[in-house]
């Protein structure tokens, strides 16, 4: 079983997966729009609707994003589309370099909650938003952070 990042956007799925794609030195993207599958008569979609991702993952470094455009017709079932600060991508224990890379790609547009830097708990540490609305917190040392408590 795998567990990844799924984000949702309401026309902006294209855009977002470029940027991505660029921020995170992607290896791999594949996307599939809605008008993939013909026009069905019984759920018309209109042609900016057809022309929305359905579907799309992104590699990069060995992960995977997912990423998707929620049309209105699927808003109405499962609810308007919200930013927010409930979840967040971490990046956990690559490379300082790396994770400085991607920090200042993924920050363009977007604020900056704290500056990737060496910290107490991380030789590189940082949080943004990014200009999605999504929030990122990179740390090279999450795992030796963690061993080194026990509960």
Same mark, same amino acid.
């Given at each position: 079983m795998e567990a990844i990042s799924y984000l949702q956007f309401g026309g902006r799925a294209e855009e977002a997966i470029a940027f991505y794609e660029k921020a995170l030195q992607a290896t791999n993207v594949k996307m599939v729009r809605f008008g993939a599958f013909g026009k069905d008569p019984n759920s018309p979609l209109t042609v900016e609707q057809q022309n929305?991702?359905?579907?799309?993952?992104?590699? +990069?470094?060995? &992960? =995977?994003?997912?990423? =998707?455009?929620?049309?209105? +017709?699927?808003?109405?079932?499962?609810?308007?589309? #919200? #930013?927010? &600060? #409930?979840?967040?991508? =971490?990046?956990?224990?690559?490379d300082p370099e790396m994770n400085k890379q991607c920090f200042e790609k993924l920050s363009e547009g977007g604020t900056v909650i704290m500056p990737i830097s060496s910290t107490p708990w991380s030789v590189s540490f940082g949080m943004l938003v990014d200009k999605f609305g999504v929030m990122w917190k990179f740390n090279s040392d999450a795992s030796k952070f963690l061993d080194g408590f026990v509960d």
């Open positions: 929305m991702i359905m579907e799309s993952r992104i590699e +990069f470094s060995g &992960n =995977s994003l997912m990423i =998707s455009d929620v049309p209105p +017709f699927m808003q109405a079932a499962a609810g308007e589309l #919200t #930013t927010g &600060n #409930t979840v967040l991508i =971490s990046i956990i224990d690559a």
